[in-house]
C-alpha cells in the first residue's frame, strides 16, 4: 500500500479547486469546526490531555488535499487563539506546526480509502510533530530544559499516538462516507 495517492501532490489542481465558492465555503466550516472543537480537552493529568481539533484539520485535509490542509491549519489555529481567552501569548511556530500538519494529512489522507494503516500514519505525523516542533516552540517560549520537556513530551504523545489513531480512523471512515454521499450531488452542482 502506498501512503501517499497520486492527487496528492496535484497542487495547481487543489489550489484551483480552493478559489471556488463551495470548496472556500466547506473549508471555512471545517476551521469553524477546528476552532470550535479546540475549546474541548480531556484533561487527564497535568501533562496529558486529549485535543479533538486534529480531526477537523484531517477532514479538511481529506476534502482538499494537502493545499487545502494547510490553509485550514493555518485559519484554525489564528481564529481558535483569539477566539477564546488563553493562557499564554500568540506565539507563530504552533501556526506553522498546524499548517504543516494540515498540509501532512492532506498528503495521507487526500482521495484515499482510510485503513488503520492510513489512521497511524496519520498519527504518526501529528506524533512528530507535536513531540519535535511543538516542543521546540514550548522550549523558546518558556525556556523549560529541552531533556526534560522532550522526555515528558515524549510519554504524553505516546499516549496520545494510540487514542488519537483509534480516533482518526473511526471518524475519518464516517467522514468518507459522508463525503461519498455528498460527492455525487457536488459534482452536480458543478456542472
Not at 501532490?9 to 471545517?30: D, P, V, W
Not at 487563539?81 to 511556530?93: H, K, L, M, S, V
Not at 514550548?138 to 496520545?160: A, D, P, Q
Request: a positive charge; one cysteine or more.
Amino acid at each position: 500500500m502506498q501512503l501517499f495517492s497520486k492527487d496528492a501532490f496535484a497542487f495547481r489542481e487543489q489550489f484551483h479547486n480552493l478559489k471556488k465558492i463551495q470548496s472556500l465555503c466547506i473549508c471555512g466550516l471545517l476551521v469553524a469546526a477546528y476552532v470550535a472543537l479546540s475549546f474541548f480537552s480531556i484533561k487527564m493529568t497535568e501533562f496529558l490531555e486529549f485535543r479533538f481539533a486534529f480531526l477537523a484539520l484531517a477532514a479538511a485535509a481529506a476534502y482538499g488535499g494537502p493545499v487545502m490542509g494547510l490553509t485550514a491549519g493555518l485559519a484554525g489555529d489564528v481564529i481558535s487563539f483569539f477566539a477564546a481567552p488563553q493562557t499564554g501569548p500568540f506565539f507563530p511556530g504552533f501556526t506553522i506546526s498546524y499548517a504543516i500538519l494540515g498540509f501532512l494529512f492532506g498528503l495521507i489522507l487526500y482521495r484515499s480509502r482510510i485503513t488503520p494503516l492510513r489512521a497511524f500514519g496519520a498519527g504518526i505525523a501529528e506524533f512528530i510533530i507535536a513531540c519535535t516542533l511543538n516542543t521546540i516552540w514550548l522550549h523558546f517560549m518558556y525556556g523549560m530544559e529541552w531533556k526534560y520537556l522532550f522526555t515528558i513530551r515524549l510519554i504524553k504523545n505516546t499516549v496520545s499516538l494510540c487514542v488519537n489513531t483509534v480516533l482518526l480512523y473511526i471518524f475519518m471512515r464516517a467522514f468518507s462516507r459522508v463525503l461519498a454521499n455528498v460527492s455525487p450531488a457536488l459534482k452536480a452542482s458543478r456542472q
